[in-house]
């Protein structure tokens, strides 16, 4: 049995990691500020005798008491409409916070996971991006709080695992979806169902043409609990390579929701990275990763958990 510290745990990923090591058996300390989570994701775990929840803001000294075997840093804000709103927290929480809680993994000799992300990559002058791409961010953007806060954390991961030896693995996640993101997130997936659920037209930014590769979160979570039990040191890709466009995205939305929602375009944030699609190779290689659940039946699934938090 593990003890595993998981920071953001009560967000969308966060909660679906501390399901995934309960269901194992380990104990799960979950630790978030609810910036952007909620205790509504992680109600049932509360009264689980192998799940602790502390709330505290990682970008302050940390303190759990007894061992811990891993530490999964997943707290940051992560919807693009969040971190324009949060733009100094989401600085602290990839730098500061990833220096508090890569300190703790020292302390307690834990080997430690960063969740970095595609962002990294930027808006991609290579495609599909394998992890060797050094990538193409625009540092005084808008995007640039989070990216480079990213960019920042892989940094200081690589230095505390080339300085200290701890023991480190980094993560780099492409768009994923599923039950228990926000409704009111910002983010393509879930502003399409709200909003064609709830009789408002759907938002395209700019002609929809640009293309993201989206990835349904169990198939995420399980590689990343692969990549922790694996020896990796150097950055993975998780994702579905499966690409579509936004427009294409949201017509898919619509068709499995069955309604007559009408499509509006609206205009293209700055630095929307025009397309993204993960180079998988490396997943598929050391972990014998693949993603399994097709765009329809993820959809099919998050669809039916908006319907009930809707009452629709
Ligand atoms: P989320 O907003 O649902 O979850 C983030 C969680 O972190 C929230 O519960 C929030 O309250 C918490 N948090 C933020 N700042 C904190 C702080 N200072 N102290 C304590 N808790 C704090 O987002 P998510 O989609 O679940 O993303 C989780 C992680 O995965 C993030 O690090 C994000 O960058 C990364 N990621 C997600 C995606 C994706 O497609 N979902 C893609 C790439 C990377
Ligand atoms: N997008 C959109 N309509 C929305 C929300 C997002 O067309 O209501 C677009 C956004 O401009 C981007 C893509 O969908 O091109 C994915 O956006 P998201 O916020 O999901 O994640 P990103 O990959 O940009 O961080």
Redesign the pocket.
Same mark, same amino acid.
């Given at each position: 049995m593990a003890r595993v510290l998981i %920071?953001?745990? @009560?967000?969308?990923?966060?909660?679906h990691l501390c399901d995934k090591f309960i269901g194992k058996g380990d104990e799960v300390i979950c630790?978030?500020?609810?910036? %952007?989570?909620?205790p509504d994701?992680i109600a049932h775990l509360f009264g689980n005798k192998n799940f602790k929840f502390i709330h505290?803001?990682?970008?302050e000294y940390i303190y759990v008491e007894g061992d811990l075997d891993y530490i999964l840093?997943?707290?940051?804000? @992560?919807?693009p409409i969040?971190y324009l709103k949060l733009p100094i927290?989401t600085l $602290?929480?990839g730098s500061l916070?990833t220096h508090k809680t890569l300190g703790l993994a020292k302390a307690k000799n834990a080997r430690f996971l960063i @969740?970095? %992300?595609?962002?990294t990559y930027g808006d991609p002058l290579i495609h599909p991006q394998p992890e060797t791409y050094w990538g193409n961010v625009n540092p005084v953007g808008m995007r640039g709080v *989070?990216d480079e806060a $990213?960019r920042f954390a892989e940094a200081m991961t690589m230095a505390y695992h080339r300085f200290h030896g701890v023991d480190t693995r980094i993560v /780099?996640?492409?768009? %994923? *979806?599923g039950p /228990?993101?926000?409704l009111q997130?910002g /983010?393509a997936i879930p502003n399409f169902i709200n909003q064609a659920l709830s009789g408002q037209d759907v938002t395209v930014y700019g002609d929809g043409s640009q293309t993201r590769s989206v990835?349904y979160v169990d198939d995420l979570i399980e590689g990343i609990y692969r990549l922790l039990m694996s020896d990796e040191v150097y950055p993975v890709n998780i994702g579905n390579p499966d690409e579509i466009t936004m427009l294409d995205l949201a017509k898919e939305v619509i068709s499995i929701i069955g309604n007559d929602a009408k499509i509006i375009f609206e205009d293209l944030p700055a630095d929307d990275p025009k397309i993204r699609q993960p180079d998988t190779t490396k997943a598929n290689a050391i972990l014998k990763w693949n993603a399994s659940i097709g765009r329809k039946e993820g959809l099919e699934k998050t669809i039916a958990d908006f319907r009930k938090r809707l009452g629709k």
């Open positions: %920071t953001g745990g @009560a967000g969308f990923l966060g909660s630790m978030d500020n609810f910036v %952007t989570g909620s994701n505290h803001d990682v970008t840093h997943f707290a940051s804000p @992560a919807s969040d927290q $602290k929480v916070g @969740a970095s %992300t595609s962002e *989070y $990213k /780099r996640i492409f768009n %994923t *979806y /228990r993101m926000r997130d /983010r990835c």
